[in-house]
């Protein structure tokens, strides 16, 4: 199979600066990846190719030899884009943590930030109630971080400032130095890595583009949500370098403790104490759920710790209208602070009560005399 001109592939001329070059691999790489080509055998082909255009291309020594030797400069053994997978290159350029879609959500959604000079990710811990988790709700968080500079709406350049692509990296913000061996990437020391030159640099940020502010991110909080889950808002993470695109912010979700409730994924669990009068004679007990509370049937003679399940009333399931169960551990209580007619009708009680009516205690009094039986 004969190969297509690099340049070709990618739909530039020859002459066309890195940035360029990158800007069509972009496109084309989004246009031919076999995610949204489904059944197209050749996308495959096509995605390959383009991912070794690019490997050669974006490189300034490969791209200088190519351009001497064409194809054969990468023959016998030397790499020219082979080495380079190209589901790995199309991650690394659009910054996607893998998992089918979301690599184009993040693209389309999440403006056109560059690799190289693309903000960090930022991380935030926010705590919510569990009626906010059981809810779902919006929250609103303030985080001081580096976000585009207003003076210069992000460019880095003052009022009339020329911006011209770097001439010692072509626009990289990279350049490659040789340690013996080794071959070490380093921020490029004429434009610090942003990969463009300005001459009149905004006095605001000193050219950077960027500057420290304190910015409020608004957050969709699942209902159903857990302890530990990650959310993701895209490019809501500190500003590039000279408008290099925003990083994400990922908020990491706590639950407060709750007074009432315990948690497990979707179950809830609670104590409730009832009367042992209630217990004995069996009846309806008030239930507190996150959704009000709930009359519970309970049968005459409840002992104390057991548990009842009220189905349904537990947690939303995430993306799901099932909800868990509520686990209800019955508490019974022993009255205190008898006055002397409430002892009275006690011992009535007692004197009418036989054997029968403790089975627990005859059972347990049993298994007691077998044990000094030799
Ligand atoms: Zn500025
Ligand atoms: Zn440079």
Redesign the pocket.
Known sequence: MTKRCYYEVLEVTRTVEFEEIKRSYRKMAVKHHPDKNPGDATAVERFREIAEAYDVLSDSDKRSSYDRYGHAAFQGGASGGGGHDPFDLFKEMFGASGGGGGIFDHFFGGGNGAQDGRGSDLRYDLQITLEEAFTGCEKEVEIRKLDNCGACDGAGGAKGAKVTT?S??R???Q?VASRGFFQVAQP?P??HG??K?IDKPCRACGGEGRAEKTSRIKLNIPAGIDEGSRLRSSGSGEAGKRGGGSGDLYVVIHLKEHAIFSREAADLYCRVPIAFVTAALGGEVEVPTLSGPVMMKIPPGTQGGSDFRVKGRGMPRLQSHAKGDLHVKLEVEVPTKLNSSQKEALQTFAGLCGDENTPIHRSFTERLKGLFVD
């Open positions: 770097c010692l990296c626009g990289h913000g350049v490029c004429q434009c942003a990969g030159t």
